[in-house]
């Protein structure tokens, strides 16, 4: 059977001519647009939709972020994968507008239940005639969620647009009126196969349709348009966002990539620098986007911008992945006249660059640092911690390790360590405490905080142990200086140790006697970074470190 879809396009047009049942369209590229009913811009506040409020329901995150097939795979996306974490927070029956009733409200629970069992239905691989789409409708388990389960899996199978298209014109010709999420459904389908001039069509169909959009069709619009030749688009919806509320990080992440892309490199840190100033943290994707579209350029502004993020870097403790570490080290090497080499490196355990000889920061506090830190923590943390951990039964093998290669242990456990259980045997116990000091607190107590105290009084010298990061504490410290000596000291005297491959031995990592953050002398950066998976998730001092130099004269 041949491809359908013009003919039945042109049949539906006439249709809705015939019954008048749409105003006349401003813009007629494709007859889509035509079949759901775009008035004249000047007759829009005569004409009534059929679409209540109602209608307006948060987009299924499996329209936007379903699990691929083989022909999804062929889909070039700019982020890392996946729609974007706004979308994907969107779960429908989560968000309904006030005029959704509870009888709504129940059916929507009820849909997205039945929704997850027709997930792996194939959709049609070619447009279907009406009367096709009916007859497939009776025969299916669920005809109430039909149309929303056709469109899911459509976007999860990256079917054709004209079979979307065949779907929402039968749609259209059988109920006089498309939902608003099935209208998202079929954007997110668009986004995906990068279609602009449908793109455009269903926006200007949603915007003169209902007054408000929800952030899934934002995230969808900005994201679809910022990829395209209308990326100013993405713009002009990035204020329209702003004007009812804060725009997410993907939306500035999109219209960032989009300027960088164009090389509007000052239009691409002001918005990066906006981004920043509402509180919104930027991925490590974004912040090497601006180092690969900056590559080349001799400006000393964007020199100085980069330079910055650099230190932002630092300021944070944020480790960059390899491949953010190789875009660093081309964009040095790439400032033009300036002639920075880069080299990938292991530093010494001394602190010293076996590349340039550098000797990196001591981790090590200055006197006056480390008293104005110590009662920092016990004023701020200790007096206000609300968190504890809980003690592992590996503590015996710890102690014994420990107790190998330093004078004094003390543990700092919890007093129902003490009652003969399973985990916890009395001649265990009896046993540890030989080798180590011990210090039972209550059951409900904090122990981190007593940590942290015991540490910080025993002197500059101590040393602990713990899987935690520490985050809640570091969090409790109320200025940036602070949270920075908290940070460089943690680094310089937290041993982490994590179990090894089998589970059966303990694998203790010392503490690092130079700071593992970025550094600069002005001729030279070291940065360091994680090379594998398991370091990027773990509390792990990186041990690779990208050494650039700057070489005067020739090279």
Not at 58 to 70: E, L, M, Y
Not at 93 to 118: A, M, P, Y
Not at 371 to 391: A, M, P, S, Y
Not at 517 to 541: A, C, L, M, N, R
């Amino acid at each position: 059977m041949a491809l359908l879809s013009q003919p039945i396009q042109h049949g539906l047009q006439s249709l809705l001519w015939k019954s008048h049942a749409f105003w006349p369209v401003s813009r007629c590229r494709q007859l889509f647009a035509v079949s759901f009913g775009i008035p004249k811009r000047d007759k829009v506040s005569y004409f009534s939709f059929m679409t209540s409020s109602s209608t307006a329901l948060p987009v299924d995150p499996q329209g936007t972020d379903a699990c691929p097939s083989k022909k999804r795979s062929e889909v070039d996306y700019e982020e890392e994968k996946g729609w974007d974490e706004d979308a994907q927070e969107i779960h429908e029956g989560k968000l309904l507008f006030s005029s959704s009733g509870g009888t709504l409200k129940k059916q929507l629970i009820n849909h997205t239940v039945s929704r997850h069992r027709f997930a792996n239905v194939q959709p049609p691989e070619r447009p279907l005639r009406a009367e096709e789409w009916s007859r497939l409708k009776e025969s299916f388990q669920s005809p109430e969620i039909f149309e929303e389960v056709m469109l899911n899996n459509m976007v999860r199978y990256n079917s054709p647009i004209d079979v979307a298209k065949s779907l929402l014109t039968h749609v259209a010709k059988s109920n006089g009126d498309i939902g608003y999420n099935l209208l998202v459904k079929y954007l997110a389908l668009c986004v995906q196969q990068g279609k602009t001039s449908e793109i455009c069509d269903v926006y200007d169909i949603l915007k003169i349709r209902f007054k408000v959009l929800e952030s899934g069709a934002y995230n969808l619009l900005i994201r679809g348009l910022s990829n395209s030749d209308q990326w100013r688009m993405a713009l002009t919806l990035l204020e329209e966002v702003k004007r009812v509320t804060v725009p997410s990080r993907s939306n500035y992440e999109s219209c960032i990539k989009a300027a960088g892309r164009h090389q509007e490199m000052t239009l691409a840190c002001e918005l990066y620098h906006e981004m920043l100033a509402k509180d919104l943290v930027p991925t490590l994707d974004i912040l090497q986007t601006l180092f690969d579209y900056s590559r080349g350029m001799k400006d000393p502004a964007l020199q100085k911008e980069l330079f910055g993020i650099l230190l932002y870097l630092r300021e944070n403790q944020i480790y960059p992945h390899k491949t953010f570490i190789r875009s660093i080290k081309l964009w040095f090497e790439s400032i033009p006249g300036e002639k920075w080499k880069g080299h990938l490196t292991n530093i010494k355990d001394s602190g010293q660059c076996p590349v340039c000889n550098h000797q990196l920061e001591d981790s090590e506090l200055t006197e006056e640092e480390y008293n104005n830190l110590r009662e920092r923590i016990i004023r701020d943390v200790i007096h206000g911690t609300d968190t504890f951990r809980k003690t592992s039964p590996q503590l015996f093998e710890a102690v014994n390790c420990l107790a190998k290669d330093y004078a004094r242990l003390l543990v700092l456990g919890r007093k129902h360590m003490l009652t003969n259980s399973f985990n916890w045997k009395r001649e265990v116990m009896k046993e540890m405490q030989n080798k180590a000091d011990f210090f039972f607190a209550e059951n409900i107590s904090e122990d981190d905080a007593f940590l942290l105290y015991a540490t910080l009084r025993s002197g500059k010298h101590c040393k602990f142990v713990t899987r935690d990061f520490l985050r809640d504490h570091k969090a409790c410290l109320s200025d940036s200086v602070t949270r920075h000596l908290f940070r460089k000291w943690q680094r310089g005297h937290q041993i982490a140790f994590s179990p090894s491959a089998g589970g059966k031995h303990i694998n203790f990592l010392p503490a690092c006697s130079y700071d593992c953050v970025v550094q600069t002398t002005g001729d030279t950066w070291h940065i360091p970074y994680k090379d594998t998976f398991e370091e990027k998730y773990s509390y792990q001092i990186p041990r690779k470190w990208l050494c650039l130099q700057q070489k005067y004269g020739t090279m």
